[in-house]
């Protein structure tokens, strides 16, 4: 069964740092797309940033200059470095990843700032 495997949430005071990992589970398939989104409470889930073919990047307005992707499209893998976090950023952070008409979540890991 393909699953995606988060890990790295937590809570931070405001100005701190985390750093999220997601890896793909039971497939030889690479996905092209992989990305994270969030759901704060009361809000839709939104875009934080995408990385495609492990290389090009695309990021929420709200994050830019504060979050970094990156991954290892040949591992499954993808990794979001927060950094300067706000209360704003608090929220469920969901590992995202798309191959061809399949798209895959992962289970969600809770990012708290507190300020």
């Known amino acids: 069964q393909v699953q995606l495997v988060e890990s ?3 809570l931070v005071q405001a100005g701190g740092s985390l750093r999220l990992s997601c890896v793909a589970t039971g497939t030889i398939f690479r996905f092209n797309v992989m990305g994270w989104y969030r759901k704060a409470p009361g809000a839709q ?3 934080v940033a995408t990385i495609t073919s492990g290389t090009s990047t ?7 200059g504060r979050f970094t992707i990156s991954g ?6 993808v990794y979001l ?3 300067s ?3 704003e950023d608090t929220a469920v952070y969901y590992c995202n990843a798309k191959l ?9 890991t809770q990012v708290t700032v507190s300020s």
Request: proline letters at 3%; glycine letters at 18%.
């Open 58 to 64: 695309n990021y929420a307005d709200s994050v830019k």
């Open 100 to 108: 061809n008409g399949i798209n895959l979540w992962g289970q969600g």
């Open 72 to 77: 290892d499209s040949a591992k499954n893998t």
């Open 45 to 47: 889930r939104e875009l």
């Open 81 to 83: 470095q927060m950094n």
């Open 8 to 10: 790295g949430g937590g």
């Open 85 to 87: 976090l706000k209360p």
